[in-house]
């Protein structure tokens, strides 16, 4: 039966189904376009009879397997009719339905199935979505930044240490390149600012030797021992 095909309108809700659908490989797209481009020279008339041979060098699929489970899963998909033969005098029948919604219904006079096919992708726009698989976020490094001599100096006063600490600290890794043991890159420099007041405050000046021993300065040395 022939029918009324708008070409380009029709190859352009092709166009829009692949997007929606990631079941569709590049085999079932290069198997429907050599489909197609039979369909057109016979003026869009169904069903057409196709030819596995000619089938497979036109759209590069070298495997006869590949090749018939291309054809069974566009049929499933409501992409084709396929109606296979297995008479090997007599090809098999292929069903191409009409996708171009922007036509009048009158205009299209293919099979019952080939219409309601014809608005299937629209309907089933949102399950094909469900099919797909969700893209993988990569996550985006945060990139270190040195400190301002000012941060750090304002960082070691909230942390009640002293501007001299900040600024041993800020003048150690900015004369290494902010290496962490010398090797490592510093991702967190607040976090290598705690332990570097930790480690100060364990060698603190004012404990001296004097105050460890507990020598009293008030010591009358006149006092008989």
Excluded at 43 to 61: G, T, V, Y
Aim: charged content about 25%.
């Amino acid at each position: 039966m022939k029918q009324s095909v708008n070409y380009i309108k029709h190859l352009e809700a092709w166009s829009d189904m692949i997007c929606c659908d990631n079941r569709l490989t590049p085999h079932h797209i290069s198997l429907y376009y050599a489909m197609f481009h039979q369909w057109n020279l016979a003026k869009f008339q169904n069903p057409i009879s196709i030819c596995r041979s000619e089938l497979m060098l036109a759209c590069k699929i070298g495997s006869a397997n590949t090749y018939t489970k291309c054809l069974k899963q566009l049929d499933h998909w409501g992409y084709i009719e396929y109606k296979p033969s297995y008479n090997p005098m007599r090809g098999s029948l292929v069903n191409l339905y009409n996708f171009d919604n922007s036509t009048d219904k009158g205009s299209d006079k293919g099979t019952v199935k080939g219409a309601v096919i014809a608005v299937r992708p629209s309907l089933n726009s949102i399950n094909y979505k469900k099919h797909s698989k969700p893209i993988k976020q990569e996550r985006v490094k945060s990139k270190f930044s040195p400190p301002s001599i000012d941060q750090v100096k304002e960082f070691f006063l909230e942390m009640k240490s002293t501007v001299v600490e900040a600024e041993k600290f800020h003048n150690h890794f900015e004369s290494n390149g902010w290496l962490v043991g010398g090797k490592a890159k510093m991702k967190n420099w607040q976090a290598a600012a705690r332990n570097w007041i930790k480690r100060s405050e364990s060698f603190n000046p004012s404990s001296t030797t004097k105050d460890r021993l507990h020598i009293n300065d008030d010591k009358d040395y006149a006092t008989p021992l």
